[in-house]
């Protein structure tokens, strides 16, 4: 086994495909095969599966590669320390539902990241791709909500994924509306005073279960409803339709838009919002400063509510 070899397990996990990875390696596609399947004959587990959506890593991949990316990351900085060797691109991924305080703590991190050269990625997207990043080590860092009717759904899924949930702040249902809604004068909602607005909620994909769903209270039936992808989207629509959308209350008006406001919905709910991570992978330095940033965002949102 090879330091060689361990780089190539890490790009092609990446990349999620043989030849993207042999690209960005600059060594031919065959090589790379090559290499991969020698390693993964000396180690004795299969690393990597074959699917008509990529190439995805097995469990045992998914251990391997924590494995190689501590010593890859060991390797770098003892190279570094002796060699005067250039500092090499950094690459971090978060993998997020649509939460503002997880935007502006990215924002953070990259502001005090004084780098001439890295590779951030941060995904708003999925609940079940959140899982399946975190999962494939696509992403260090997943950041989702779990309460009484999805937890034991997610906690299963979290489970077969080798992955951890770490709470990071209890939050009392709000609904988003126009600063423009009838309803944003009031001291609270409910259910009732919502129906004749538009609800707005995040499109799930293949994967579009009540379990999975961003907003709680999803088995609700609704007169108007409208799907998005994206947090612009949803927020235009709130402002243009007077719509709505259930949250946790915790809005970045540095991100977005003041003419959104948060109303307490009365409702006998709790969300539970946390990030998630591999168990069988150390947090890197990145990850470390993130998720303290996370934590000091929210800790600052919450004190505005």
């Known amino acids: 086994m090879t330091l060689q070899q361990l780089k190539y397990v890490i790009e092609v996990a990446r990349s999620r495909s043989i030849n993207k990875a042999a690209q960005r390696l600059f060594i031919s596609q065959p090589s790379l095969s090559n290499a991969l399947k020698e390693l993964e004959e000396e180690v004795g587990i299969r690393i990597f599966s074959r699917t ?9 991949g998914s251990e391997f590669l924590g494995y190689a990316r501590q010593v890859v990351e060991q390797a770098e900085l003892l190279e570094n320390r002796y060699t005067n060797a250039p500092a090499p691109q950094q690459h971090f991924s978060v993998s997020a539902q649509h939460y503002a305080f997880a935007v502006s703590a990215f924002v953070r991190l990259l502001k005090e990241y004084d780098r001439e050269e890295y590779e951030f990625t941060l995904r708003e997207t999925k609940t079940y791709e959140i899982i399946d990043d975190v999962k494939n080590l696509r992403s260090e860092i997943g950041i989702l909500y779990v309460n009484d009717f999805n937890r034991k759904v997610i906690q299963k899924f979290l489970k077969e994924g080798n992955l951890r ?7 009392k249902p709000h609904v988003f509306i126009s600063s423009t809604n009838p309803l944003a004068t ?4 409910t259910l009732s005073d919502l129906d004749p607005y538009p609800y707005l909620s995040f499109e799930q994909g293949d994967y579009n279960s009540f379990y999975f769903s961003e907003e709680i209270l999803s088995t609700l039936s609704r007169p108007k409803n409208i799907r ?3 947090r612009a989207t949803l927020f235009n629509l709130l402002i243009g339709l007077n719509g709505y959308t259930i949250s946790t209350g915790v809005i970045s008006h540095k991100l977005n838009s003041k003419h959104i406001v ?3 919905l009365l409702v006998d709910e709790r969300i539970h919002v946390g990030y998630i991570t591999h168990k069988n992978v150390t947090n890197s330095p990145l990850a470390t400063i993130y998720i303290q940033y996370l934590k000091e965002t929210i800790d600052e949102e919450l004190e505005q509510l």
Do not use: Q, R, Y
């Open 186 to 189: 009031k001291d609270s909602v």
């Open 262 to 264: 948060a109303v307490p």
């Open 228 to 230: 998005v992808t994206d």
């Open 52 to 60: 008509n959506k990529g190439i995805l890593l097995t469990p045992e």
């Open 165 to 171: 949930f770490h709470e990071l702040f209890e939050a």
